[in-house]
């Protein structure tokens, strides 16, 4: 399996606060994306990284921001929380921009 | 914008019986990947197929790629408890991008004992 960590794995908080998920990995990939699963809309690509600082939208970036300054890490950032973003939000890695490997998700509840 | 239609969403059941997911669209893809995902987990590669017409087999299961690289199928013969869960077809646009694949929507299956 490909080294890749999220945390954390679970979070409560509340309308209005900043939350701040992190995906980490050990295998050097390339290529880093941020996605969301919900209920009959499957996996959505929030933000996507094609190599250190180089970053780019998905289809449902509103209301997320993204910052990966090494390699190994990709932050994503929800400013200002809302119900809406309640979800669960995986990571994926890629080197060869087709198969992707993902992390084990973090389930984020917004009160 | 390319989609990937899976069909059927929700299939269950029993062990023992064969079953048959589709993955359809009306764009070409330069390969095709299926992942298996089970609760609380995130998916799980299980096979990638790149040539139209492919054909590749993991144990009990088959999967097929169209021949002009559309379309894709999964079969498992003889299905066990242990294939329940959602099973996601992604494909990756020709031509590469940096924003990755093209998801469906899951083919969430139950198989009962």
């Known amino acids: 399996d490909a080294g890749i960590t999220q945390s954390p794995r679970h979070k409560v908080t509340e309308t209005g606060t900043p939350v701040t998920l992190r995906c980490h990995q050990t295998e050097n990939h390339r290529y880093m994306y941020w996605y969301r699963q919900d209920p009959g809309h499957g996996l959505r690509l929030i933000h996507y990284s094609y190599g250190v600082k180089d970053t780019d939208k998905g289809e449902v970036s509103d209301g997320y921001s993204v910052s990966r300054s090494k390699t190994e890490d990709f932050l994503l950032t929800l400013e200002s929380a809302t119900s809406s973003q309640t979800s669960v939000y995986f990571c994926?890695?890629?080197?060869?921009?087709?198969?992707?490997?993902f992390g084990p998700g973090t389930r984020l509840l917004v009160l | 914008t390319q989609l990937l239609e899976q069909s059927p969403q929700f299939l269950s059941i029993q062990e023992g019986e064969n079953l048959t997911v589709y993955c359809n669209s009306s764009?070409?893809?330069?390969?095709l990947q299926w992942y298996r995902q089970e609760p609380g987990e995130g998916p799980v590669l299980l096979v990638t197929?790149?040539?139209?017409?492919e054909v590749k087999k993991l144990k009990r299961l088959t999967f097929q790629f169209g021949d002009a690289r559309k379309d894709s199928s999964l079969h498992i013969t003889a299905a066990q408890p242990g294939d329940t869960g959602l099973y996601l077809c992604a494909g990756a646009k020709v031509g590469g991008g940096a924003d990755g694949l093209t998801f469906g929507k899951g083919t969430h299956l139950i198989i009962q004992p």
């Open positions: 197929v790149v040539t139209g017409g």
């Open positions: 994926a890695i890629s080197q060869l921009q087709e198969t992707q490997y």
């Open positions: 764009s070409v893809f330069s390969s």
